[in-house]
């Protein structure tokens, strides 16, 4: 017999604060890690600046302008029939510096008035807190997670948002692609996810490593304290999801393969499981790395495990043991020193591979590796798009591309058994990349008149992709 999805499965969209809001400086918000980053391209960082500094272009500044949009914007989503929408909540609308003894009413206001507008339209809120919006002041002044104290900043945060929203919001995560980090060859990934900058003669990794465990002892003190304002919260984690497959059946490129995946997993591994891995221990006794782990954050860490696994899938990559290049920057496999192409598989034009299978995958080990319930909170296709004179934009490799995922979501589902909360593909309308700064990097079913230097109406438009995933949510999948 033919099983499908289940009835109350959760289908929406993806967004972060500072990719689509805009409003940087309004209603009281200070600056965050990402305002002072500029736009790059495909292989070109983007640049880190100290301020904000006049002649330069922020792209996060202003976004789609979601601040001054949200009321048109929701009924776009309640058009599409979506019935949960990911989104998260920037730390500086809350916590201008992050170190503010009261938080900042407007900032609590905007959320509740883009909730309650998003209830009105039957759309659940499915939180982040943390997704790359860390206060600069932090990042500046305490660098970031690398200081203790910013846990319990963290934690404030945490509990200032459970409390005010405990009875709109059920599903939260912590940390957004926690595990981002662990490439420490490129800055950005440091800089976004905890707001430190490496210094010339550090150890890259044991930064890393130092700075991971004071969030994580933050997330897992968040799930705590969610849970006692709210039992029936959900907390997930979320990391990023790149499955790595060995180059071929010799046993070195199999270890290199497990070697590699390990990284991958090191995050979700002490979430879920509110301990370190032993291959993470013997990493930091062979490499000499000083982590100080005392009695009692293994409590903390022992208390706050999480209820599900959010995870984004976009790619998988693979490593060839023989091969030591330099990565150095290359978003799309980790900055591996032995990643190499897939032969198999195409990619997009920013060089991502398009991967479905992989997806059915990574659903497989991570739900035998964990047995929680899984959430694919982003899933997407970053792709130029082009806006007839009619209005119209024919996404359909977009379309394409989302149709396969959702297949092999499907199977792992109805055919492996997967528990599986939900689906919400990334950048449900256009938005600033994360990793290039750009515009033209669109992933949404709504188009935003919006090009890379901040031109453009801001007018939105449905693309093809937009009825496409109506009918999708409107069967529960059955028709695609
Ligand atoms: C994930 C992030 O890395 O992928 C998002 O959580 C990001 O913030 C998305 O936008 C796609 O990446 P990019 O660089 O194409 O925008």
């Not at 017999?1 to 009281?28: C, I, R, V, Y």
């Not at 989503?77 to 510096?97: K, Q, V």
């Amino acid at each position: 017999m033919k099983t499908s999805l289940p009835k109350d499965f959760l289908w929406g969209g993806a967004l972060a604060a500072h990719q689509f809001e805009g409003g940087w400086n309004k209603g009281g918000k200070g600056a965050s890690v990402v305002d002072v980053m500029t736009a790059g391209a495909h292989g070109v960082a983007r640049e880190i600046t100290e301020t904000v500094e006049a002649d330069k272009f922020y792209p996060n500044h202003e976004a789609i302008d979601f601040y001054h949009h949200y009321k048109e914007d929701i009924a776009l989503f309640s058009e599409m029939g979506l019935n949960c929408l990911r989104t998260s909540i920037a730390w500086t609308r809350i916590f201008p510096t992050g170190i503010e003894e009261e938080p900042n009413e407007a900032g609590l206001q905007f959320y509740d008035d883009v909730f309650d507008e998003l209830i009105k339209h039957k759309i659940e809120p499915i939180i982040t807190l943390s997704h790359f919006e860390i206060p600069l002041y932090i990042a500046q002044e305490y660098g970031g997670f690398r200081d203790k104290r910013v846990v319990d900043l963290f934690a404030k945060f945490a509990e200032v948002c459970f409390t005010r929203y405990q009875h709109k919001v059920k599903y939260w995560m912590t940390f957004n692609e926690i595990n981002n980090q662990m490439d420490t060859n490129t800055p950005l990934f440091l800089w976004t996810n905890s707001g430190v900058t490496v210094k010339p003669g550090e150890n890259a990794k044991e930064v890393m490593y130092t700075v991971a465990h004071h969030e994580l002892l933050a997330s897992a003190k968040a799930v705590a304290i969610g849970k006692k304002i709210n039992p029936d919260f959900e907390i997930g984690c979320m990391v990023s999801h790149v499955p790595i497959y060995p180059y071929s059946c010799r046993p070195a490129d199999i270890m290199a393969a497990e070697d590699a995946m390990r990284q991958r997993f090191f995050f979700a591994d002490v979430h879920c499981r509110g301990a370190y891995p032993n291959y993470a221990l013997k990493e930091f006794e062979r490499e000499g790395y000083d982590i100080t782990i005392t009695e009692e954050d293994k409590d903390i860490l022992q208390n706050g495990t999480v209820d599900y696994i959010g995870f984004s899938y976009y790619m998988s990559t693979v490593v060839k043991a023989d091969i030591t290049q330099d990565n150095t920057g290359n978003v799309v496999n980790g900055g591996l020193a032995n990643g190499v192409e897939n032969p198999y598989i195409e990619s997009s034009d920013w060089g991502w591979a398009i991967d479905p299978t992989g997806l059915r995958y990574t659903m497989n080990r991570l739900y035998d590796r964990y047995q929680l319930p899984l959430f694919i909170v982003e899933n997407g296709f970053g792709a130029i798009d082009e806006l007839e004179e009619d209005g119209k934009i024919h996404d359909d490799t977009r379309i394409d591309y989302l149709k396969k995922h959702i297949d092999a979501l499907e199977l792992a589902v109805t055919y492996d058994g997967v528990p599986l909360i939900g689906y919400t593909p990334w950048g449900i309308i256009d938005l600033v990349s994360f990793t290039t700064g750009e515009m033209k990097k669109r992933y949404g079913m709504i188009y935003v008149d919006r090009d890379n230097e901040g031109n453009g109406s801001m007018k939105r438009y449905k693309k093809d992709s937009f009825e496409w995933y109506k009918k999708v949510i409107a069967t529960n999948g059955k028709k695609r």
